[in-house]
């Protein structure tokens, strides 16, 4: 059975293949005693910055177990571990009519279970392939020509497609593994599956997203662009069919939905046909950005070194009196802000890194949690107009043009009249007082919260810090209410899944809920359920 090491601690300038040496060293093991030897996890202690270290845990196999126990049974860093048995699936017959709606992580990792069991479906996309997609929102970014069907939010690969390519999650879920070597297998940097921070980056996600098609198109997938869903059609409280573009029907038994968290019109659809919707909290907030070598130096004590990544952070703060709060929401190391708006007159801002980080600006979202109080609407969409306010008051403060407003932070909160903003935002900035584009509760909250940042992070308030409106798009303001079967509690046979649905929070989650309703799906074709 294999056993696994944790709290294996190395300095950060030591490189991976050290973690082999010292473990050879600190069981007074031979090299032909060791066998099998892999790297489950590696992450960065930093709390200490005259010794910055990494932590590794190892999984590995002695030629002798039975005296290795002997001798270290009792190490508490030691466990013994059971050999996990490989996935298998069975190949299943049928003739089900499948249809995914969404190419984001959910929809994408929907199909590729589907296809492990042998099935295939149609997949329809709203947006443009990811190449032509990169075209699109290169020319809304350097001309503020906007796309509504192909853009940050819309488009092969989802949103995450324009983001840092996280693959951290809290979701505990056995699937977690597949994900990741699936990631792999396309092309993704192998050491996503031990790092304990691990990221893609948006450029090789690109790419991964790119080979992930291909492969589905080899398995008999069917895959449709630039096509969007517009009605669904019920036999009773069965669905039947679909409706593209308001004109095109198409049959269907399994109708997996993934539509990503910015599909308004889909929302709205769906509460015409009664299919149960309720509103969901979610932040609002604005992008902050800070030379990255002032983070390293507030991390690590230092510039980067050799062995070190670009420094990250994650803060968090509340206040007990008003019960509002503020945190930090998909920090970007070595990133850009991103001008993410899907709909005309709007402006909405995301953050975005490529794999090597290595841009000099650090940016994350600092959000405030809404709620059903804030929103002063019965309709299960008061979120979805809730956004729309506010970034529509962002696009006028920006000009009228797509571009965002943009305050120095000593300026926001009221330490000074500075107006040096320095923003990679594009198509560009226009400075602002972004008192004008955040309800009075989050912008006084936000004006604590950094302050309780800065006692945190010593030297996070500074001139050189620019504030970026606005981001709301941190997560489905809807839930498609559904079930323990993961069904839609209005409707059979409709399997509402991923961010969009209300169900996940990044691409590992929406990753999983996909595969979740993969599952469920071959089980009932199984069982004869499929019709």
């Known amino acids: 059975m294999p056993l696994i090491l944790r709290n294996l601690a190395l300095d950060f300038r030591e490189n991976e293949h050290s973690a082999r040496e010292k473990l050879l060293a ?43 126990l002997a001798r270290f049974g009792n190490d508490a860093d030691i466990q013994v ?15 089900s009519r499948i249809i995914i709606v969404g190419m984001g992580p959910a929809g994408l990792f929907t199909a590729m279970r589907l296809s492990e069991f042998g099935l295939t479906a149609t997949i329809v996309e709203r947006g443009s392939p990811v190449e032509e997609r990169l075209r699109d929102v290169q020319s809304f970014w350097t001309k503020g020509v906007l796309d509504p069907e192909s ?38 940097p192998p050491e996503i599956i031990y790092l304990g921070k691990p990221h893609i980056g948006t450029d090789r996600l690109r790419r991964v997203i790119r080979e992930i098609r291909r492969n589905l198109e080899d398995s008999g997938f069917e895959i449709m662009f630039r096509r969007k869903l517009t009605d669904i059609v019920c036999r009773g409280e069965r669905l039947a069919a679909v409706t593209l573009d308001d004109r095109d029907e198409f049959s269907c038994d399994f109708l997996v939905l993934a539509p990503g968290h910015s599909a308004r019109d889909t929302y709205e659809m769906l509460l015409r046909r009664q299919i149960r919707l309720e509103s969901k909290p979610f932040a609002v907030g604005l992008r902050i950005e800070h030379p990255q070598e002032l983070i390293n130096r507030i991390q690590y004590g230092t510039p980067v070194n050799s062995g070190l990544p670009a420094a990250d952070y994650a803060l968090a703060f509340n206040n007990p009196g008003t019960k509002r709060s503020l945190y930090s929401f998909c920090m970007c190391p070595g990133g850009v802000v991103v001008a993410s708006s899907s709909e005309d007159g709007m402006v ?55 571009f965002a407003p943009a305050q120095n932070l000593l300026a926001f909160l009221g330490q000074s ?56 798009r941190t997560s489905a303001p809807v839930r498609i209410v559904r079930g323990d079967d993961l069904q839609s509690v209005s409707l059979e046979g409709l399997y509402p899944v991923g961010e969009g649905a209300g169900y996940a929070g990044g691409i590992m989650s929406a990753a999983l809920d996909g595969i979740r309703a993969a599952d469920r799906i071959a089980r009932r074709i199984i069982e004869g359920k499929g019709a």
């Open 151 to 188: 853009n940050v939010q819309f488009g092969e690969g989802g949103a995450g497609t324009f983001s840092d390519g996280k693959l951290t999650t809290r979701v505990r879920d056995d699937n977690m593994e597949y994900v990741l070597e699936k990631f792999v297998q396309f092309g993704a």
């Open 417 to 472: 009249r500075s107006n040096v903003v320095a923003s990679t935002y594009r198509p560009g900035v226009r400075e602002a007082d972004l008192r004008e584009v955040l309800p009075d509760y989050v912008t006084e909250t936000m004006r604590e919260g950094i302050c309780y940042f800065d006692r945190k992070m010593r030297g996070f308030i500074t001139e050189e810090a620019t504030l970026t409106g606005i981001e709301t």
């Open 81 to 95: 571990v059971e050999k996990k048995q490989k996935q298998s699936f069975s190949r299943i017959r049928g003739d």
């Open 348 to 402: 909405v801002c995301n953050g975005m890194s490529n794999y090597m980080r290595n841009s000099p600006f650090a940016n994350s979202a600092l959000v405030v949690p809404v709620g059903e109080r804030d929103f002063h609407g019965q309709s299960p969409l008061a979120g979805v107009e809730f956004q729309r306010l506010w970034e529509r008051k962002a696009f006028l403060a920006g000009g009228g043009n797509y």
């Open 26 to 68: 600190r069981f007074s093991l031979g090299e032909d005693e060791l066998g099998s030897f892999r790297i489950l996890r590696r992450s960065l202690d930093a709390r200490k910055k005259s010794s910055i270290k990494y932590i590794y845990t190892i999984e590995f196999a002695v030629a002798d177990e039975t005296a290795f």
